[in-house]
């Protein structure tokens, strides 16, 4: 397994950087997930759009998920150009609705809604989802491939339902929006990177 960070700045990105993003790879799979503002220029310095086999996305807020509003034009393209022949899958939850009927792009994305029900097997790979705690419909991925898993949460608050997802991963990775002094309320919907750490060591996460 391989991850690579395509960006991890948010609600927007820092110069030269991007909005979260990261590249999953395992064998011959490959997989985004999320992809924020700065993400698909980031993307092609490692992998081609067309080696994509699916996009995941964690939540619908546009540090997430805008340069998908970018990658349906280059997919559109790539297609009638005939220099690929093939739709993305996209797995996102369906709220907000008006976000999600944005990514029904018939000619570019397979469009999939996320539940906690759903199980995913893409060459390999076993994928499944747990519900987080955020202002919109989030959900952290957990991805598993001999006796291996990698479990990402983008954006929530603290949950136990993290703890138990994560519980015993091979590898954590988190979103985290601020520093513990600046975390003025529970009700705060990211976590802080001290939050992070004791994730980990609850969770019992190996990285």
């Given amino acids: 397994m391989k991850v690579t960070i395509l960006g991890n700045s948010g609600p927007y990105e820092a110069a030269g950087s991007a909005c979260s993003g990261y590249l999953f790879e395992a064998d011959e799979a490959k997989i985004l997930l999320d992809c924020g503002n700065g993400v698909l220029s980031n993307l092609q310095k490692f992998c081609s759009i067309e080696a994509l086999d699916a996009i995941i996305l ?8 805008a340069d998908m509003l970018v990658l349906k034009y280059a ?4 297609n009638a150009r005939r220099l690929m022949n093939k739709l993305i899958p996209v797995y996102a939850p369906q709220m907000p609705e008006e976000e999600y009927n944005r990514l029904n792009v018939k000619d ?6 996320i539940t906690e029900k759903l199980v995913l097997n893409i060459k390999g790979l076993k994928i499944t989802f747990r519900e987080m705690r955020h202002p919109v419909k989030t959900f952290a991925v957990c991805i598993e491939k001999d006796a291996k898993r990698f479990v990402y949460s983008g954006d929530t ?3 136990d339902n993290i703890i138990d997802f994560a519980r015993g991963a091979d590898m954590l990775l988190v979103d985290t929006g601020l520093q513990q002094q600046d975390k003025t309320s529970e009700n705060v919907p990211h976590l802080t990177s001290l939050e992070v750490g004791v994730l980990g060591q609850k969770a019992k996460t190996k990285f």
């Fill in 108 to 113: 570019a994305f397979i469009l999939n809604p």
């Fill in 58 to 65: 964690s939540h619908l807020h546009s540090d997430h998920m």
């Fill in 157 to 159: 608050a603290w949950n």
């Fill in 75 to 78: 997919i559109s393209i790539k």
